[in-house]
Structure formats: C-alpha cells, structure tokens
C-alpha cells in the first residue's frame, strides 16, 4: 500500500471506524500472522479444552514459563473429565510455580460444573461460559474464536495495547471509559472469517513487535493505518499509569523436625497460596543471632504450641509476591516432646490444616514457592 492510501481509523471518533481501515487491518493482520504464527503446543491441536487451559495459563504469565506446565497438565488431565475427576491437591501440584493459584482452584471448580450442567463439553453459548469460575468476557471470547470460529472479540494486555496505538488512543487504555472504548473496537475489528486467527495474531503481535518499550514499526505490517505511529506517539500508549511503589516485608517460617518428619501447614482458604502447603510462619520478623535461640522457643510455643529445641538460622530466602518484597527467615529447629497441647502425628484437633509429612508427602503435595526452596535446601543439608 502506498504512503498516499493510508487510512485513518476514525474519522469522526472512535467509534466511527472506517470500514476502509478495519478491511486494511483485518487483511494485513491476517496475511502478517499465516506467516509469523508461533509454533505454541495449544495451536497444534486446536479444542475448547485446550483452549482454554492455555489461556488461563497464560493470563499474567509468559509462553514461555506456560509452555512445560501446559503439556505436564494436558498430559495428566487430557479431558474436561478428567480434570473434574481429579483432586484440587493434585491440581495445585501440577501448577506449582505458575503462580495466581486462584485460576487452578477456578478452573478445576469450572471443570466440575462442566461436567455436572453440560455434559463434559464446554457450552458454545458466550452467556454460559461466562457463568463458569474464572472465564471473564475475554477468556470465554478467545476460546469461542479460537477453537470454535465464532466471531467474538477479545481485550487482554497486548491487544489492548495494540488496539489503543491503531487508534491513537490516547487516554488511559485502563480506565473504564478506555476499556470500553478498545472492547467496541475489537468488536468492530474481528472479522467474521478466521475470527479466531485474527485474535491470536492481535496478541501475537503486541507480544512481540508491537511490544509496551519500543514497537518496532519499522517492521509491522499495520504501520501504513496506525494512528499512533502516523503521530509519532507509539511508544507513548498506552499511558502508563504509576505502579504501587514495592514493598519491602521481613517474615519467619519454621522448619521443625520429629525424626523424618517435617511439621507443614495448609494455608486457608482467605490466605496468600490458598490450598497450599506451607511450613510455619512465626510472627519475628527480625531476627537478632543472639536472641533467637530464646525467643524462636517461646514464639513457637506460643503460636504452634510445641516446644522445641536447637533452633538456628537455617537459610534466608528472597522472593516477590505482587509488589512485596519479601525477606524469609527460616529457622530450623527439632520437636522436643510431644507432651502437652503440642501437635500429634494426625495433626490436632484444634489445627487440623497442620500435619507431619515424610519426605516422600512434601514431593507429591502442592508447596508454595519459598517451601520447595526451603525443603530442597533442608533436604541438601540432610544428605550432606
Ligand atoms: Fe504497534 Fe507500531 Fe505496529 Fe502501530 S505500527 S501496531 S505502534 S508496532
């Protein structure tokens, strides 16, 4: 196309598009990814399922990371069936590490319902698929375009930023009126023909040329009918808005043995990792050498009601979960008698989501991210 046919989007605002432009953008988007289409797992064997799987996977997290968690998962749960079979302990398993553990519990929770009110098979109805945990308007858009040609729009972090530099749009892309703004075009845009292509290749390319830092217009194929790099604002949109400063949090977890077994407790359901195991907290959060040994007994008696001898700083660990920073303390430390309101091998009565696990339990039960540090630093030490 030549410099002089270059079409604006919208002659008369936003929602005004140019059926000449959509036409340009819907073809040159379309030839851009038969040839660009990434080799992904989920694209070599197109179903709702799998679909499906793979775009909760991907919701705030890379291809990348997704990849080697997408085939483990499909490998162990190959069908709608067998997910709504399995339990949600060997869910959180599989997805141990992925993070938001929120989408395995709701994914799960939806594949039962599946099963219960639909026979097994994901419902072709965008309503319907909306009524099911964690499937929001884009997820239930990019499985209904995807695996079943329907022409649904869909709005997700890089098609929302490539939608708003089309048009040159340049408020805030994350505001409700943005949001409702992109969503009416991505309307508009999605062809009736290979709807499900022209979503992916939406996303496709804001991952990659049309990407947050530096779009790389010089090679992509809407340059000749965006608006936001005919005004030389690309790399300004969409507005960033300032992020939460981090930060910077101290926390104690507690590694307490009784022979070979280790103390581990379940976070709850209102928790951070919710459904996952997790070795105990205890409220120090600064710890001085010369006063742990004194003050980790009398907390651990306090809060876990054991008494325990030989505490000592085992490791230190640093992780991120959302904008904390977190520095973890982890103390080892040995059961000193089982007698008094200490806990039983089954757990107690009063703390049933505490139990005493063997080595072997802690490979095969979901751990949050800091405890498989934290058991494979123990475990390193042990056969030292
Ligand atoms: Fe993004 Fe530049 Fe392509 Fe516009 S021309 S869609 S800003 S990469």
């Known amino acids: 196309m030549s410099q002089r046919s270059r079409i604006d989007p919208a002659p008369s605002g936003l929602l005004d598009l140019d059926p000449r432009w959509i036409k340009a953008i819907q073809r040159s988007l379309l030839q851009w990814y038969a040839n660009h289409a990434r080799e992904l797992p989920w694209r070599r064997r197109v179903t709702p399922y799998r679909v499906w799987v793979s775009e909760i996977m991907l919701q705030q997290t890379q291809v990348a990371s997704v990849i080697p968690y997408f085939r483990r998962f499909i490998k162990e749960f190959p069908t709608i069936g067998a997910l709504a079979a399995s339990s949600e302990q060997d869910v959180l398993r599989l997805w141990e590490g992925l993070g938001y553990y929120r989408r395995a519990r709701q994914l799960h929770q939806a594949a039962k319902l599946v099963v219960e009110r639909h026979g097994g098979k994901l419902p ?28 649904e729009p869909i709005l997700e972090a890089n098609s929302r930023r490539v939608l708003a530099r089309l048009l040159g749009f340049k408020g805030d892309a994350a505001s409700s009126r943005g949001t409702k703004r992109l969503w009416e075009a991505a309307t508009r845009l999605v062809p ?12 496709e390319l804001g991952s990659g040329l049309c990407n947050p830092k530096s779009p790389l ?12 790099h005919h005004l030389g604002i690309a790399s300004k949109i969409p507005l960033v808005r300032r992020k939460a400063r981090s930060l910077k949090v101290q926390e104690t977890a507690i590694v307490i043995t ?43 008696k306090q809060e876990l ?8 700083l085992m490791t230190t660990i640093q992780h991120t979960v959302t904008r904390y920073r977190i520095t973890l303390y982890a103390i080892q430390a040995h059961i000193s008698s089982r007698r008094g309101p200490g806990l039983t091998r089954k757990g107690a009565a009063n703390a049933p989501h505490y139990c005493w696990a063997g080595a072997a339990d802690l490979e095969s039960l979901p751990l949050t991210t800091p405890a498989r540090r934290l058991f494979q630093f123990w475990k390193n030490q042990s056969n030292d």
């Open 258 to 300: 009784d022979g070979d077994q280790l103390l581990i407790r379940q976070r709850g359901p209102n928790e951070r990792w919710a459904g996952l195991w997790d070795f105990p907290r205890l409220s120090m959060a600064k710890l001085k050498p010369d006063v742990i040994q004194d003050t980790a007994k009398r907390i651990a």
């Open 124 to 151: 072709t109805h965008i309503a319907l698929l909306r009524q099911l945990p964690g499937i929001g308007r884009y997820t239930a858009g990019a499985i209904l375009s995807i695996a079943k040609g329907l022409p």
């Open 192 to 203: 009736q023909e290979d709807p499900g292509g022209f979503n992916q290749a939406l996303m």
């Open 305 to 312: 009601g054991i008494p325990i001898s030989r505490p000592r």
């Open 217 to 228: 217009c010089g090679q992509c194929p809407l340059q000749q009918n965006c608006q936001g």
